[in-house]
């Protein structure tokens, strides 16, 4: 299988996985997306014209990311497993689903404005719901300055299920490509004229791991393997710049494309459990290492400690400030807080635009 082959046997999955979400926003008979915050967001959000889009690992409920994830992670453990020696495998399976190389970042809206259970999770006390039009929303802010897709979440576990499945036979086919003899024989070939003791040292590899996992268990074989001088020379050799350099290079090359994709479709899977909400999210898959260069990598104070973030700026010229609508949440002094905030919309230009109502909602945060 070729790259080019690669490219475009991913690309098309993500599209087709992506199928259903873009068929779920077309049918979408409403015109306004909210988004739940406190006073701070609040002012954020209209004061500086931008959204807080949050590192998809911090929400509230982290289990939400990996439904997907855990479909994919699985099927392609059961398969790889089958062909490979665990104890090599579990710490690569570790790595790959755990890179650090790219992070998805979200931003919530729901469909619904005033929603108990939205107050309750994210808008108290005294909680605030953003109206914004939906194809402002879609169109000029999220394809314009982030590159990304407005689209809403889907509750159906066996859809989730199915586009993992998919994406782990892709990302299988895509491994026995590049190890047709597996991790062991890919690292046999890099060490072929590294020898021990006068014994080709991937032959001896394979004869000590094998015999020793056998009759010792996982555990205390790599106990033995890491006290035995063989041991020492296998490790010397596997922390050699050419075995190094090229198992580093197969290894990223393989999650880049094999893996790239994923986290991104599962930003929009969530637990059936969760379907009151009517969630949608703008969803932005950046690389990590280029927001730290570019000094765009936010953090924030959150019930998970330091919460990585980027701003989604709002910067098309084309449309106005999409926001139309915001509900002052259940609380205390809900009519002063109506009357703040439309002075703070008035001192920013949108008095005019935004229609401010009071959340009909009978519930004291």
Same mark, same amino acid.
């Given at each position: ?17 992506? $199928? ?26 209209? %004061? ?23 479909? &994919? ?13 665990? $104890? ?12 650090? !190389? ?9 469909? !619904? ?7 309750? %999770? #994210?808008? @108290? ?34 859809? +989730? ?6 994406? +782990? ?9 590049? #190890? ?8 046999? @070939? *890099?060490?072929?004229?590294? #020898? ?10 394979? !004869?000590?791991?094998?015999?020793? *996992?056998?009759?010792?268990? =996982? ?24 075995? *190094? ?16 994709? +994923? ?18 999210? &703008? ?30 700026? #709002?910067?098309?010229? +084309? ?34 635009? *935004?229609?401010?109502?009071? @959340?009909?909602? =009978?519930?004291?945060?």
């Amino acid at each position: 299988m070729s790259n080019v082959e690669d490219e475009t046997k991913f690309t098309q999955e993500f599209v087709k996985s992506l $199928e259903p979400f873009v068929s779920a926003a077309g049918s979408f008979t409403g015109d306004t997306l909210y988004h739940y915050t406190n006073t701070e967001g609040l002012m954020g959000i209209v %004061g500086n014209k931008e959204i807080w889009a949050t590192d998809v690992r911090y929400l509230n409920d982290k289990s939400e990311l990996m439904v997907m994830l855990d479909f &994919m992670q699985q099927r392609w453990g059961e398969k790889i497993e089958s062909i490979e020696i665990a $104890e090599m495998i579990t710490p690569l399976k570790q790595a790959i689903f755990s890179s650090r !190389e790219s992070s998805v970042f979200v931003s919530c809206f729901c469909e !619904e404005g005033d929603l108990l259970s939205q107050w309750r %999770g #994210y808008g @108290s006390p005294g909680g605030y719901s953003l109206g914004f039009d939906y194809q402002s929303l879609a169109m000029q802010w999220a394809s314009a300055s982030q590159q990304t897709l407005v689209l809403p979440v889907s509750y159906d576990a066996n859809a +989730a299920q199915a586009s993992a499945e998919r994406m +782990a036979d892709l990302a299988i086919d895509k491994w026995n490509d590049t #190890y047709p003899t597996g991790m062991l024989g890919f690292v046999q @070939s *890099v060490l072929k004229d590294d #020898y021990f003791d006068g014994q080709p040292i991937h032959e001896a590899l394979r !004869e000590n791991i094998m015999e020793d *996992v056998a009759h010792f268990g =996982p555990e205390e074989a790599q106990s033995r393997l890491t006290e035995s001088s063989f041991g020492n020379a296998l490790y010397a050799a596997l922390q050699s710049p050419k075995v *190094v350099d090229k198992v580093a290079s197969t290894l990223w090359w393989f999650n880049r494309r094999a893996f790239s994709f +994923a986290p991104l479709v599962a930003s929009w899977h969530k637990d059936p459990a969760f379907q009151e909400e009517k969630e949608w999210r &703008m969803a932005i898959q950046k690389n990590v290492q280029d927001l730290e260069r570019e000094g765009q990598l936010n953090f924030r104070s959150s019930t998970f400690g330091l919460t990585p973030f980027i701003k989604a700026a #709002y910067t098309s010229t +084309a449309a106005p400030f999409p926001l139309k609508e915001v509900i002052v949440g259940p609380g205390n002094h809900a009519d002063l807080r109506k009357a703040s905030v439309e002075m703070f919309l008035s001192s920013q230009g949108l008095a005019s635009q *935004v229609e401010v109502k009071l @959340s009909e909602i =009978p519930f004291r945060s």
